[in-house]
């Protein structure tokens, strides 16, 4: 150690050494900087570990020029009217299927109410996303990404009443 260098503590050399090599040469100073002196609480440790595992896990990849297209897009926050949509598609998307489940078991399809009733959730979640999340999408990627997640749900619930 030379004189007037700085001591860097060992609790953040331990962080620090989570990191690739790469990167703690790159960003480092700045992650210490951050980090300061003073005691890490929980959240801050947990933070800088999911960091570290981020670094390591996209280490050598590089993002896809459409991800970063769209990354770099200005996105349109959303409105109080589209959550209100949402909660809507939501809540009338879980009432239709339990209420398809509930006929169903009083007709005497047991497994298909309780597949209707399983489905409940994960299909109003859909309706919802559809509405709310996919609003400025064209209607063809719409109903692809909603029809697609719908297909398969369906598929999942009837493999899992025939064979289980």
Known sequence: MRAGEAVTPPRERWFLKLYPRDWRARYGDELLAVVGDGPLSLRTSIDLIAGAIDARVTEEKKM????????LTRNEPQTVADGVRGA????????????????????????AAETLKGMAFPV??????HVMYLRRQSRAAKWTITGGTMTFLIVI?????VFL
Do not use: Y
């Not at 896809?64 to 990354?71: E, N, Q, V």
């Not at 109003?124 to 996303?129: A, D, P, R, Y």
């Not at 619930?157 to 009443?161: D, E, P």
């Open 64 to 71: 896809p020029s459409i991800l970063k297209t769209a990354c």
């Open 157 to 161: 619930s009837l493999f899992a009443t």
């Open 124 to 129: 109003s979640l859909v309706f919802m996303s």
């Open 88 to 111: 809507g598609a939501m809540i009338g998307g879980t009432l239709i299927f339990l209420a398809l489940g509930m006929i169903a078991k009083r007709v005497g399809w047991f497994d």
